[in-house]
Structures are given as C-alpha cells and as structure tokens.
C-alpha cells in the first residue's frame, strides 16, 4: 500500500499510520539537504567542524550558500 504526503502537519498521522501493522515497513522521508540536524547535544569537535564548513564555503562559494542554508533553518 503506498499513502503519503508532503506537508509537515500531516507526518506523525504518517508515521502512525505506517508503523501501525506488524511486520516491517519502509518510509520514504523527503528533506531538504540543507536542513540541519537538531541533536540533543552539541560538542567542541561539532562547533569547530560546522565552523570550518562555514569558512570553506564563504571562501569557495561566497556567502550564497550560507544565506540559502541560513534561510533553510530560520523558517522552522
């Protein structure tokens, strides 16, 4: 059976609705590749990490990029 939807609102009637029988399911999640991670910590390694990102793609990219992954985040 394949159901489905694009819009946030409906996904956890989604998921619900997908984990609800027995047995194993497959779901197909549609993100954005610039949406960042909400982790429950964050270290020193991932700072410096995202930091040296920021600073790779200003430099090689201009600051298009960050604008694009900083309106990707800002509207959640």
């Known amino acids: 059976m ?3 939807t694009d819009q946030f609102a409906e996904m956890d009637d989604g998921i619900a609705y997908a984990l609800a029988p027995d047995g194993p399911v497959l ?3 549609v993100v954005d590749r610039k ?3 909400v ?3 964050i270290t020193v390694k991932m700072v410096k990490g995202f930091s040296l990102y920021i600073v ?3 430099t090689n990219c201009g ?3 960050i604008v694009d992954l900083a309106k990707t985040n800002l509207r959640r």
């Open 56 to 58: 790779k793609s200003i």
């Open 35 to 37: 949406e960042l991670d």
């Open 39 to 41: 982790l429950p910590s």
């Open 27 to 29: 779901v197909h999640a």
């Open 2 to 4: 394949n159901t489905g």
């Open 63 to 65: 600051a298009d990029e």
